[in-house]
């Protein structure tokens, strides 16, 4: 029997590869999911016609912009010893793009790479950490500076819009979080946050914030520019934390979280106490987040290693009908107009939900 929530359905490729979320973003007027496979290609899937296209991007060009690195440059094994020295490296795709999102710059769509722990040391072997880099989508040229000062790997990323223009926030494994603007390649702000942990990061009545969460037993809110905290930590969760989203629900900002206690959780930003109690039905580790707004009501999707999706109702508390299939959440998008879902389905495909018909009104919005 077809589940009347689906949308649609297509393979492309083989999607499994690559473990975090993958963005959705409009290429010339196209919603298109941006996502890596098992070999460590960049692909674009059309959302609409079900087609995927190999976007490659130009690593030849993913060196650090340090000057001793313009100056000197590595020698090249196989120059005669009259020629100049010049930069060589071997690439590595998933040691440059352990991470990715995407975003617009100055109405150009993006995508933004977050490295591995050994993405550096490719060029330095006194190097460590992984640097992020904004890509053209459309022709993979990289775009502005490396972005380098993370002394391990990118753990999460998020792109969030700005007053200046595009704001760029990374967590590492050591448990930094910097800030960057993306056109001038000035770092904003440096934050202590957990090691080995999740981000989310939004603009909320106007200023970026971010939470980053891990191996601690509680979540952190910042204001990203200012580099200070707002408020306690969130507490009653425990490590590790590997999905945060923050946003708004009820007039309310609210952070919601989970992990390996299998338990989605929320917190009212402002009281810095739990929004109710924790929203269980997941019998694994929470791998991926989303929220969305469906029908004047602020819904979170959750994927989980238990191999489901599920749907939260977060002003009552409660989990909205029957798990969708697919283990993994890619993310939540509007598709002309409507709200969806994209999970990677049985067999490795996509999958795109109707959160209209996934998460109806509740009964009282239809009186």
């Known amino acids: 029997m077809t589940d009347e929530r689906l949308m649609a359905g297509f393979r492309g490729h083989t999607h ?73 490296f071997e690439i590595d795709v998933w040691g440059i793009v352990s991470v990715f999102t995407t975003g617009h710059l100055g109405g150009r769509p993006v995508v933004v790479t977050g490295g591995g722990r050994f993405d550096l040391a490719r060029f330095d072997e006194d190097m460590m950490g992984g640097a992020v880099r904004v890509w053209d989508l459309r022709t993979g040229r990289k775009i502005g500076k490396t972005l380098t000062g993370h002394e391990l790997g990118v753990c ?5 819009p700005y007053e200046r223009g595009l704001l760029v926030v990374s967590s590492s494994e050591e ?30 009545d106007g200023r ?15 204001d990203i520019l200012s580099g200070e905290p707002l ?17 708004r629900t009820d007039g309310r900002t609210v952070v919601v979280g989970g992990g390996d206690d299998h338990a989605l959780r929320v917190w009212d930003l402002e009281s810095q106490k739990p929004a109710g109690p924790p929203l269980t039905g997941h019998t694994d580790s929470i791998e991926t987040l989303g929220t969305a707004t469906v029908a004047g009501r602020t819904i979170a999707i959750t994927g989980s290693r238990d ?29 002309a ?31």
Do not use: K
């Open 307 to 335: 191999g489901t999706t599920r749907i939260w109702d977060l002003a009552r508390g409660e989990q909205i009908g029957e798990p969708l299939d697919g283990r993994h959440l890619h993310t939540c998008i509007g598709i």
């Open 16 to 88: 499994h590869g690559f473990r975090g979320t993958s963005p959705v973003i409009e290429l010339d007027g196209v919603p298109v999911l941006v996502s890596m496979d098992i070999d460590g290609v960049l692909w674009t899937c059309d959302l609409r016609a079900g087609t995927c296209a190999q976007r490659p991007l130009e690593l030849d060009a993913a060196a650090p912009d340090d000057d001793w690195y313009r100056e000197i440059g590595l020698l090249d094994d196989d120059a005669d010893e009259d020629e100049d020295w010049r930069p060589e």
């Open 156 to 160: 999460s990323l998020a792109a969030v």
């Open 208 to 222: 970026p914030i971010a939470v980053t969460g891990g191996h601690d037993s509680f979540v952190q809110a910042w």
């Open 231 to 247: 408020g306690e930590p969130l507490t009653g969760i425990e490590p590790v934390v590997r999905a945060i989203a923050i946003t």
């Open 175 to 204: 448990g930094t979080l910097l800030a960057w603007d993306v056109a001038t390649g000035e770092r904003l702000a440096e934050i202590e946050g957990s090691y080995n942990g999740a981000m989310g990061a939004a603009l909320i």
């Open 337 to 367: 107009g409507t709200p969806v879902a994209v999970t990677a389905g049985s067999g490795n495909g996509i999958l795109i939900w109707d959160l209209t018909r996934a998460a109806p009104a509740a009964p009282e919005q239809l009186r």
